[in-house]
């Protein structure tokens, strides 16, 4: 029997109608004769809701006790799903992240999936059952809970596709699947019948967060089939897979933005062999993602290197870089004001002016460009926060994007 995994966020369980609306389609799945494991997020806001009270606590909460925190979310709304099931005359096991044998390593808070131990869940599936895991957790080889980062049930998901040799997996979620840009901006913004996995990447990477960006690395590794789509309606969505033919291939395919960047610049940093890997080994050491770096040209023997990162990580940068700054004998400034704005798209590479086009759209809309990075396939400008929107509705008419009126 085929095994299908799919997998429902917040919005999609946010209250107990909904969860009742996901077990009926979870039960019809698994009536029209496939094996079901269905990965499910914590209900609505309430992760959130957890980290505020965590906030009101402590200044700063331990992490291993934010996880454990944080991995009740998810249970809560696997045993509710289960439940439900049950009420429709099926059976169902839930399982935490620990049962479900996702193994990770021991970073809390953004923990890698190292290993999936199937045995219970091929078990569970192989006697009838509906297999319902809670998604975003693992156990660390010490045997403490661990979270997989925001976002992190859309990894469980690929993660148990790919242990279990799934001939797809579905992520069920509160858009019609993948947009040209975030549909709660761009009000035009059309949905993606296909998307390949190099671009999908590109677009998780610069913030589209409709799918968690390990989950499309996993995605692509393990060769697993994505179809993105909405849980309230019946219409296809969005598939993510190797690129092929029928694709669009378009010059710019998405813009996709984020507003939570810091930015951090190191000022008179000595110009020589060795620093920047010193400054940049210590960041990683503290497992700090850093994303856009530029450094000056150099004066008088030294320069200055700024780069951005996630707001989530900038006490962990600050930390760092204080642990440092004195031997190197530099001072840094942060701006907490950042976003980025990106064009992502396939058919860029063999495509000149594209990059023109973008800067010249965005002097138009009186957006001033800080930082700038590509790949052959995207190019993001770092700006002010406050001007992402208006970055983002500039170009996404700029490269018409826009589905026809
Ligand atoms: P879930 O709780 O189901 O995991 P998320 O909130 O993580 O849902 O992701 C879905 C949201 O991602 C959408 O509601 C939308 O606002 C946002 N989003 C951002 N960029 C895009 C995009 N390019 N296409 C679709 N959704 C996007
Ligand atoms: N509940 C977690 C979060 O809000 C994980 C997830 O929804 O995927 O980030
Ligand atoms: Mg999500």
Not at 178 to 189: K, L, R, W
Not at 330 to 351: C, R, T
Request: charge should be negative; aromatic fraction near 4%.
């Amino acid at each position: 029997m085929p095994i299908i995994v799919q997998k429902y966020g917040g919005t999609s369980v946010g209250d107990t109608e909904c969860i009742k609306n996901v077990a009926r389609r979870i039960v019809a799945e698994h009536d029209a004769g496939n094996q079901v494991v269905a990965v499910v997020s914590a209900m609505g806001d309430s992760t959130d809701e957890l980290l505020k009270m965590a906030h009101e606590i402590a200044t700063d909460p331990p992490e291993r006790e934010l996880d454990m925190l944080l991995s009740t979310g998810e249970r809560v709304s696997v045993a509710l799903l289960a439940m439900a099931i049950h009420e429709l005359g099926r059976t169902a096991i839930s399982l935490s992240g620990n049962q479900a044998g996702i193994q990770t390593n021991t970073v809390h808070m953004k923990a890698r999936i190292t290993g999936v131990e199937t045995g219970r869940l091929i078990e569970e599936l192989e006697s009838g059952k509906i297999v319902l895991v809670a998604g975003f957790q693992g156990v660390s080889p010490v045997e403490d809970v661990t979270t997989l980062g925001r976002g992190g049930s859309d990894t469980t998901a690929v993660a148990l596709a790919a242990a279990l040799g799934a001939k797809l997996c579905e992520i069920f979620t509160d858009v019609d699947g993948v947009y040209t840009a975030d549909p709660g901006i761009v009000s035009d913004a059309r949905k993606i019948d296909a998307v390949s996995y190099g671009e999908m990447l590109e677009m998780a990477a610069t913030g589209a967060e409709v799918l968690m960006l390990r989950s499309v690395e996993y995605a692509q590794k393990y060769g697993v089939p994505l179809h993105v789509r909405s849980s309230f309606t019946d219409q296809p969505g969005t598939w993510i897979r190797e690129e092929d033919e029928k694709m669009e291939k378009a010059v710019v395919s998405a813009v996709t933005h984020t507003n939570d960047e810091s930015k951090l610049t190191l000022l008179r940093v000595p110009d020589r062999p060795g620093v920047a890997a010193t400054v940049f080994g210590a960041l990683a050491a503290a497992d700090v993602n850093v994303d856009t770096i530029i450094q000056n040209v150099s004066e008088q023997g030294t320069t200055d290197i700024s780069f951005t990162v996630n707001q989530s990580d900038l006490p962990g940068a600050q930390k760092a870089l204080q642990a440092i700054a004195g031997n190197l004998g530099v001072a840094f400034l942060i701006d907490n004001d950042m976003g980025k704005v990106s064009i992502v798209g396939a058919g860029m590479k063999s495509y000149p002016g594209v990059a023109a086009k973008m800067f010249g759209t965005l002097a138009s809309a009186g957006v001033n460009i800080e930082m700038i990075s590509t790949s052959s396939i995207k190019i993001s400008c770092v700006i002010k926060r406050g001007q992402v929107e208006k970055a983002v509705r500039a170009l996404h008419q700029a490269f018409n994007l826009a589905k026809p009126a």
